[in-house]
């Protein structure tokens, strides 16, 4: 049996759960997956980004399971459509996902890494969440917008993230009974936040 353990971040939008997740990994000395996924997937593959920009879970999904068609990436004629279903495209990603657990120990951000991982028996699943305010201000001063926008931006997050685990899971995004520990990073703060999670990695998996 390997001795990787693995660990998976849900997160909602300016929760600072990339963040946690990225000063986690680099605390344990683990590898780090977010947006690399993107290019990983592209890589192993042989489609363009592109492919999976447009199926990522931060893209809104308005008619799941469909098809959907980029013109020009793959196809000679510049006139034709090349159709990709999205469920191909997360299970290209997943494999890469399953791949990378199997390499050594890592922990991943999004992408429903807790469902395609799920039965591995040195798993952990987090969900981070933080106030609604703190979300907001966080948006905000990322994006330099005001507030009402970053409402706008935090609340369709929230609304896309669901549809994406929600639709490939059939669990329920930010549900307390889809993982194995949720924390509010409000009430810590980052850094606090970080701590607590290193020392409760540690006990899970006797490290």
Same mark, same amino acid.
């Given at each position: 049996?390997?001795?990787?353990?693995?660990?998976?971040?849900?997160?909602?939008?300016?929760?600072?759960?990339?963040?946690?997740?990225?000063?986690?990994?680099?605390?344990?000395?683990?590898?780090?997956?977010?947006?690399?996924?993107?290019?990983?997937?592209?890589?192993?593959?042989?489609?363009?980004?592109?492919?999976?920009?447009?199926?990522?879970?931060?893209?809104?999904?308005?008619?799941?399971?469909?098809?959907?068609?980029?013109?020009?990436?793959?196809?000679?004629?510049?006139?034709?459509?090349? *159709?990709? =279903?999205?469920? #191909?495209?997360?299970?290209?990603? %997943?494999?890469?996902?399953?791949? $990378?657990?199997?390499?050594? /120990?890592?922990?991943?951000?999004?992408?429903?890494?807790?469902?395609?991982?799920?039965?591995?028996?040195?798993?952990?699943?987090?969900?981070?969440?933080?106030?609604?305010?703190?979300?907001?201000?966080?948006?905000?001063?990322?994006?330099?917008?005001?507030?009402?926008?970053?409402?706008?931006?935090?609340?369709?997050?929230?609304?896309?993230?669901?549809? *994406?685990? =929600?639709?490939? #899971?059939?669990?329920?995004?930010? %549900?307390?009974?889809?993982?194995? $520990?949720?924390?509010?990073? /409000?009430?810590?703060?980052?850094?606090?936040?970080?701590?607590?999670?290193?020392?409760?990695?540690?006990?899970?998996?006797?490290?």
């Amino acid at each position: 049996m390997s001795d990787n353990y693995v660990i998976t971040i849900g997160r909602q939008l300016g929760s600072g759960g990339r963040m946690i997740g990225e000063k986690l990994a680099g605390q344990l000395g683990i590898s780090f997956y977010d947006r690399e996924l993107i290019q990983l997937a592209s890589q192993e593959s042989g489609l363009g980004k592109e492919f999976f920009e447009r199926a990522d879970e931060k893209k809104g999904y308005s008619v799941f399971g469909g098809l959907f068609g980029i013109r020009g990436l793959m196809a000679e004629e510049p006139f034709s459509t090349y *159709y990709l =279903n999205n469920e #191909t495209l997360f299970s290209i990603q %997943s494999d890469v996902i399953r791949k $990378l657990a199997d390499q050594g /120990s890592c922990l991943f951000v999004g992408r429903c890494a807790d469902y395609i991982l799920a039965g591995k028996p040195q798993l952990l699943n987090i969900f981070i969440t933080a106030s609604l305010e703190d979300r907001i201000n966080r948006v905000a001063e990322r994006d330099n917008v005001p507030e009402k926008k970053a409402r706008d931006v935090v609340e369709k997050a929230d609304k896309d993230r669901a549809g *994406y685990y =929600n639709y490939f #899971t059939n669990k329920t995004w930010g %549900s307390a009974d889809s993982y194995h $520990l949720c924390v509010n990073s /409000s009430v810590l703060g980052i850094d606090f936040t970080v701590d607590f999670l290193k020392n409760f990695v540690k006990r899970r998996f006797g490290l």
